[in-house]
């Protein structure tokens, strides 16, 4: 079996090769024996309230009852949920699963083209919105198939009187809430209210039921509807619970929960691995405010911390971080993007705790591959794929590569998605009949198992008939004292087909493109040196704080063009 699967003889001991993914029903019955199991324990907390496994049973329960008997919605129908992280999202999400209705993940900073493509493609019946949302929601309504909008305010479950004066401060001092007027719109806390009057009825979830239609790929093109099953999460919180194993005493941690949990990454690692655990997840709504998100952090003696390399950079550069508790801290994993060798040992120096690479996608629910938990330091690699997964490295033909060589990663295993939301076509291009998911990453592997990441197939950079990987580039410059974030992308180039080029934002105000280029020159090969340096106050971003290289290679070709 290993020679096959030469990463099983590097799993930690004991980690098993395979899990029981069907151990579970559902979600819910997951849920449903973490509520019974940890009732008294604090599950959510989030802006100094904290609300217990029994109170999220009971309220997600009532959410259940009023979409099923008020709302009259049926088994598979669709709730689109738009918020940051909140009380009300949990609340939300176990309550139209326990429903067996599907939850729509809708990301609270679309664009009205956006929110209606993704209202209209999933054909969701409800929606529940962040006031400070609502006006979107209000542009797009009438064209889509909604029939309920819930709204509820930031401050509406904080209870009195903190939560009124939370409310009153976005809406007339910070001005956050813009207008809206949405009639017959419920206000989330009545829904409870309506939701309590009624018994939540037995409902039968099967494994192969979509849990979550979980948007992706909208920085390529249209975003698809990524189809997760209670069977695809069910096998990855397996997954996670076991690669995690005995780090983890349940009803005993405290997770940092700041990418939004309408992520992927958040949605599983945080919310539901955590939630089996009988952990307490700590939400942080505006994790960009960084010296606010700071000062939580120092009131909590947290254990466990998820995030993407932005995040991790932007705590590390923010005074005060290093005066935190990490006392109980042994956990903190990172995803989403690449992380960089520089963030990761600086992490390790300030925090004492070795910051694990890990990898997946929204087609995989998310976790595919990640490094052990008892790694000494950072590695440079994703990771070992986890139990129950398998990955291989293809060429263009679907051939599968040897050891070392570069090729696409590709994935198999009970978190595959089922296939993208009414796009048979697009899923036929995305899982071969094999049943191999091919991610669009080129990686290669090593003879002991471990994966590295080489770069996305699309943001490959060419020069004269050179692959250059702009993560690569980015790692080398990230370690100049002077730089805090950088970029490379691909620019057009009469001689070379293509350049490089990076975007940098300074850390040193001095820092000069002369200082940059000498630099690379020292550490990296002719035709990886970039050709072109630009400073910018800051990057593209995703929501998620992942950095938008398109967005940079498309304003690159219009000044090229312009030129």
Request: glycine residues 8%.
């Amino acid at each position: 079996m290993s020679t096959d699967r030469p990463w099983l003889s590097s799993y930690p001991p004991g980690v098993p090769a395979e899990v029981d993914v069907d151990a579970y029903r559902s979600i819910v019955a997951v849920f449903e024996e973490a509520c019974a199991r940890y009732r008294d324990r604090p599950a959510f907390a989030n802006m100094g309230r904290c609300i217990t496994y029994g109170d999220l049973d009971r309220m997600s329960a009532d959410f259940a009852a009023y979409l099923i008997h008020e709302l009259k919605l049926k088994k598979g129908d669709r709730v689109a949920l738009m918020m940051p992280n909140i009380l009300q999202y949990p609340i939300a999400i176990f309550g139209v699963l326990r429903a067996g209705l599907t939850v729509v993940n809708t990301n609270p900073m679309y664009t009205a083209r956006e929110l209606k493509h993704q209202l209209v493609d999933s054909g969701a019946a409800a929606i529940v919105v962040l006031d400070n949302f609502a006006h979107v929601v209000e542009q797009v309504l009438a064209e889509t198939q909604v029939k309920q909008v819930i709204t509820t305010g930031v401050g509406d479950l904080l209870g009195f009187p903190k939560g009124p004066l939370v409310n009153f401060v976005l809406k007339y001092i910070k001005k956050a809430v813009p207008d809206f007027a949405l009639p017959g719109a419920q206000r989330f806390a009545q829904t409870l209210q309506l939701g309590a009057k009624h018994r939540l009825p037995a409902v039968d979830i099967e494994p192969s039921d979509i849990a979550f239609l979980q948007y992706t790929g909208g920085t390529t093109g249209v975003a698809k509807g990524a189809m997760l099953t209670h069977r695809n999460l069910v096998a990855n919180m397996q997954q996670a619970s076991a690669w995690l194993g005995a780090g983890v005493e349940p009803g005993k941690e405290e997770i940092i929960t700041a990418l939004p949990l309408y992520h992927i990454f958040a949605l599983t690692a945080n919310c539901l691995v955590f939630m089996k655990f009988g952990g307490l997840n700590h939400l942080i709504t505006n994790p960009r405010d960084m010296p606010g998100f700071v000062k939580t952090l120092q009131g909590i003696r947290f254990t466990a911390i998820t995030g993407v390399n932005t995040l991790f950079n932007g705590l590390l550069n923010t005074p005060g971080f290093d005066k935190c508790d990490f006392s109980r801290l042994h956990l903190t994993l990172g995803g989403g993007m690449a992380v960089q060798r520089v963030v990761a040992e600086r992490w390790k120096k300030v925090t004492g705790v070795t910051l694990v690479e890990a990898y997946g996608l929204t087609e995989t629910s998310p976790a595919a591959c990640i490094n052990p938990m008892d790694l000494d330091e950072y590695n440079g690699s994703i990771g070992l794929p986890i139990p129950s997964t398998e990955a291989c490295i293809k060429d263009d033909d679907g051939r599968m590569l040897p050891v070392g060589e570069v090729g696409e990663l590709c994935i198999r295993g009970p978190q595959v998605m089922a296939g993208y939301w009414n796009r048979p076509e697009e899923t036929a291009k995305a899982i071969d009949q094999d049943g191999w998911l091919h991610t669009g990453d080129m990686a290669r592997m090593d003879e002991k198992g471990y994966f590295y990441i080489v770069d996305r197939k699309k943001d490959m950079i060419l020069v004269s008939g050179f692959n250059v990987y702009p993560n690569e580039i980015e790692d080398v410059i990230a370690q100049m004292p002077g730089v805090l974030e950088v970029a490379a992308v691909g620019v057009p180039d009469d001689k070379a087909g293509e350049a490089v080029k990076v975007v940098i934002v300074k850390k040193d105000p001095a820092l000069t493109a002369d200082q940059v280029k000498a630099y690379c020159r020292e550490n990296l090969t002719g035709y990886k040196q970039p050709k072109y340096v630009e400073f910018r106050s800051e990057l593209p971003k995703s929501n998620v704080g992942k950095i938008l290289r398109r967005e940079l290679r498309d304003s690159a070709k219009t000044e090229s063009q312009a030129a």
